[in-house]
């Protein structure tokens, strides 16, 4: 089995897991119970893989967590936009 | 910078930023917006994960990631146990 192959579907389905909770509080303007403290921690442990990734010269990991640093980063703005609306 | 130690560093803070959702379930006894499907293709990315770390020797990759797999298995089990509690 192709390592990089794997890697990429690895990074598809994990990406893919992350999409609904953004979609959804998009939708409703609302963030609910989302910690914004809880969003910047992943947020610099997903960047320190981006970095792992680009040390190791693995493409697979720093598609994967670039592209969850973007979702987790519109995340963190909503919350900032919509964080009046949630009671 | 060593690259484990990097890999390690990233590991602890992505993990960590997934354990307040679990204790929040746990102790609320409420899955709230949680979607099982989601919870199951998180689990299947995360998994090829660690066999993409297997494959390529890394153990920040496969220690991060395996613990993810068990912090959602938890939320999956937690899904069917507390998901009568929600409305």
Redesign the interface.
Known sequence: ?N?NL??I?????????ML?QLI?VIKEKNV??L?WV??L??I???S??V??GV??N?L??ILSNAFAVLVNSCLFICYFLYKDNSD
């Open positions: 089995m390592e794997l890697g579907a690895a990074g598809i389905l994990t990406s893919v897991a609904p959804k609910g119970d910690s809880m969003i921690v992943l610099c442990g997903l320190l893989w970095w792992y040390l190791k693995e697979p990991i």
